[in-house]
């Protein structure tokens, strides 16, 4: 089936309703990332360069630009599509980034510092079981519209499948609100306790603390 990459970058990009992106296009082999911050249109202007990188070997990624709205959830079964629905983190994007395999991006309807967002997408990504490693504030997901050219998900014919678009509607989800506030509280009381942290070894006595070898030497701890 044909597909109008221009078409589908284009709902992609409107639905996280921003004015600049982060635009990565990344060799498949060595890792090295080519990082470009682009308009909407100016990215639509280089399908046709993306397409023939894509063929190359390399992946098509995007980002918005921070600071945004966005948080970005990474590696869902479609039982956890469904589940964000439900549980009220209703997406505005929806990848197939692979077979099977789904990214979302959530608007939270305001933005938020980097480590509130990071709290926040490790939060949604506990819910529903989402790859927790992924969940922080600067991960970029699969552009729709380009192939996923990992060599594992070559086809029988030597073609890759598409990252496919399914969903592209700008809406804040519901639990928005309650999820930034309960974020906040988290990432203040990390912050606590680390500053209770630092003041508490500030005033220690440098010759009270022990090396490690001196637990070692000792019997009692075997």
């Given at each position: 089936m044909r597909v109008d990459t221009k078409e589908?970058?284009?709902r992609h990009l409107r639905a996280l309703g921003t004015d600049r992106f982060e635009l990565g296009i990344q060799h498949r082999?060595?890792?090295?990332?080519?990082?470009?911050i682009?308009?909407?249109e100016d990215i639509l202007g280089l399908v046709g360069f993306l397409k023939w990188k894509n063929q190359s070997a390399h992946f098509i990624r995007i980002r918005p630009k921070w600071p945004h709205p966005f948080v970005f959830i990474d590696d869902l079964t479609i039982e956890s599509v469904y589940a964000l629905d439900r549980r009220g983190f209703a997406p505005s994007v929806v990848v197939e980034s692979s077979p099977e395999n789904f990214q979302a991006w959530l608007n939270l309807g305001r933005?938020?510092?980097?480590e509130v967002m990071t709290v926040i997408a490790r939060q949604v990504a506990s819910t529903i079981d989402a790859d927790q490693g992924a969940a922080n504030w600067r991960q970029a997901g699969a552009l729709a519209g380009f192939t996923n050219c990992k060599p594992k998900h070559q086809r029988p014919d030597g073609l890759y499948p598409f990252a496919r678009l399914h969903m592209a509607r700008h809406q804040v989800f519901p639990r928005a609100?309650?999820?930034v506030r309960d974020a906040e509280r988290v990432h203040a009381a990390e912050q606590a306790a680390r500053e209770r942290a630092r003041?508490?070894?500030a005033g220690r006595d440098p010759g009270r603390v022990k090396d490690i070898s001196a637990f070692h030497e000792r019997a009692k701890y075997e």
């Open positions: 589908v970058v284009r082999d060595t890792g090295a990332m080519d990082l470009r682009l308009g909407a933005r938020v510092g980097k609100k309650s999820l003041a508490y070894y």
